[in-house]
């Protein structure tokens, strides 16, 4: 999603959007590392830059096909990329 390169699914980190329970940010996007997680999931590179273009460019709501205009927090992913 952030840099738009192509690589094996296998190499990529799957996220998903879950409710977030804060009212100033509805959704939540966290990482899916078993890939069992539900709803529609998107892929971006296990990279911080990667996510970072992804979330300059609003990527994570058209690829999980949210709400028009709404709020994403990609906080989780970039802690969990932080411990990695």
Known sequence: ???????EQSAL???V?????HATSPWL???DGPRRGQGRGAYVHP??????TA???RAF???LRLPAK???DASAVQEWLAQQ
């Not at 990279?47 to 970072?52: G, M, Q, R, T, V």
């Open 61 to 63: 709501g058209r690829a």
């Open 47 to 52: 990279d911080p830059k990667c996510l970072s």
């Open 1 to 7: 999603m952030g840099c738009r390169s192509r690589v």
């Open 70 to 72: 709404a709020s994403v």
């Open 55 to 57: 979330i300059a460019r």
């Open 29 to 31: 996007v966290v990482p």
């Open 13 to 15: 980190l799957r996220v």
């Open 17 to 21: 959007a879950v409710v977030g329970a």
